[in-house]
């Protein structure tokens, strides 16, 4: 019997209530890849200060939203977080999930090394599982 294969998804999200629209998402796929030995594993954090903590376990996907408040309640966006992904863990595939329909902040943080952005509405909503399962299949091809 093959060992049991580990996918570890970040949710970067100030928002409580898309939180768990997006871990309700996640773990509809995380059943699914159960079946086939996989084993998802979902962790939520409310800040980059405290995601900035755990990086270090090396997640292989990152949800990431771009205005979020940190730990005093003060303002803070996603591209920084973002930099120090892709600086030191440029494996991380990021995905940023937010409401800011700025096409420049959007086309800015593609070029920062995000592999896509969504927004936070209804058809948006519909391509975050194909759009995760695709990397949870390409992250288990290339290990």
């Given amino acids: 019997m093959s060992d049991t294969k ?3 998804i ?3 999200e100030d ?3 898309f939180i768990e629209i997006l871990v309700n998402l996640l773990e509809e796929l995380k059943a699914d890849y159960q079946k086939k030995g996989v084993d998802i594993k979902i962790q939520t954090f409310y800040s980059t200060k405290e995601a900035g903590y755990e990086l270090a376990q090396k997640p292989e996907i990152v949800l990431l939203d771009y205005f979020l408040m940190d730990d005093e309640l003060q303002a803070d966006t996603g ?3 973002l930099d ?3 600086e030191h863990y ?3 595939e990021v995905v940023v999930i937010s409401g800011q329909e700025n096409p420049k902040v959007k086309q800015e943080l593609l070029e920062k090394g995000a592999v896509a952005y969504l927004g936070k509405d209804k058809e948006s909503l519909n391509k975050i599982k194909p ?3 695709v990397l949870i299949n390409a992250k ?3 290990k």
Avoid: E, G, H, Y
Wanted: aromatic content about 8%.
């Fill in 90 to 92: 440029p494996q991380i």
């Fill in 6 to 8: 580990k996918i570890n």
């Fill in 131 to 133: 759009m995760i399962a």
């Fill in 79 to 81: 591209d920084k977080i």
């Fill in 15 to 17: 928002d409580f209530v």
């Fill in 140 to 142: 288990l091809n290339s």
């Fill in 84 to 86: 120090v992904i892709k």
């Fill in 10 to 12: 970040f949710i970067i």
